[in-house]
């Protein structure tokens, strides 16, 4: 009795709202929440609720509004045409057949639950992508509020223009979800078997449909991690503004400076600090002419900065060098390093960092050294 007279309080269209409809509305309501809130929006129930949303709801909100009327599956003995093989009925079927023919036979027997699901997802895969083409053209283009607020806004308005339709109709010619029969159903299954090995069959096949379930939802809700990596990069502003990895600095006159951003990109799952490390380098090979096997005779230390950055989070760093060790081939080296200054070690190397990367200058002492050298070459 209580919960009878909570329902009455609700309005009346709500209380009179098809089960199918009810669940359309409310799953796209809690889609909405979920996406929104601040806290919920970074669990796994963003992708359990924003799959179908998106694949689903829509598609099924608009057969609803489209086939108000309950349907019949194809009989067992229509052929691929939809037409009866069978003697008897095609005397039938002809004295029932208009101008359109086989049309005119689907049309009456409408389509069933099955169809409906069928058509739900390949209409949804037409429909959010026409909203997401029609949203390019207008002023708040195609991102996360747009999309959500257009998309619920076309289901909810056609599960409104469904239930008007279904209420429009004798209440035996409304299409229906008989979840009532497949509960009952299901409990005589399951606690009323026909013996004992069908009961054990039945629970048996409830538990693997229910772990089959709960093993994609899982995947779907908790992928498997993907490769972890650090990104470390160096940029120069181009002449347009923007962020280029060419046009290098490759000589300076003690003194000067040059401009150059350096990039610390994480995609390692998990919020890390890094230390950026940057010297001037005197080096010399062992002969064997191998970057990696240089031997650093003196260095210059030209800064050390760290920075934190979040998952799929990237920082750039705003640096001016100006090395001061005068000589040609001088070896600037970036060294990124996980963690904080302290354990940065006192003279590092290319093999102590985590990611390292170079570039090659020549420092000289006046301007007219750099123009003789450059006149001399």
Partial sequence: MERDRWWLLLP????????????????????????????INETPLRVVFGLP??????????????????GEPPKEHDDVFGEDTSADSNETEAQNEDEDGWFAGQRDRGIDGIERVALAFGLSIAIVPLIGLALNFTPWGIRLTPILVSVSAFTIGASAIAAVRRWELPEEERFAVPYHDWIESGRKEVLEPDDRLDGFLNVALALSILLAVGSVGYAIAVPPQGEQF?????LTEGDD???????YPESFVVG??????????????????????????????????????????DREHLLTQ????????????????????????VRV????????????PDEPTPDDAYRSLHIWVDVFETEDDRDTTQTDT
């Fill in 230 to 234: 650090s990104e470390f990069y160096i």
């Fill in 53 to 70: 949303f998106v694949l689903f709801l829509p598609g099924y909100a608009f057969i609803a509004a489209l086939f108000p009327e309950a």
């Fill in 241 to 247: 503004g923007e962020l280029v990895a060419d046009g």
């Fill in 12 to 39: 009346e269209p709500v209380r009179r709202l098809p089960a199918d409809l009810a669940a359309t509305i409310g799953l796209t309501i809690i889609t909405i929440l979920v996406v929104i809130l601040p806290v």
């Fill in 256 to 297: 000067d400076s040059s401009p150059i951003v350096v990039g610390v990109g994480n995609q390692e799952h998990e919020t890390l600090e890094y230390t950026v490390v940057i010297e001037a380098h005197d080096v010399a090979d062992q002969g064997e002419g191998n970057e990696t096997d240089m031997v650093i005779l």
């Fill in 306 to 329: 760290s920075t934190t950055a979040a998952h799929n989070e990237t920082n750039h760093l705003d640096v001016e060098l100006a090395p001061t060790m005068v000589g040609e081939d």
């Fill in 333 to 344: 080296t970036f060294m990124l390093f996980v963690g904080d200054e302290s354990q940065v």
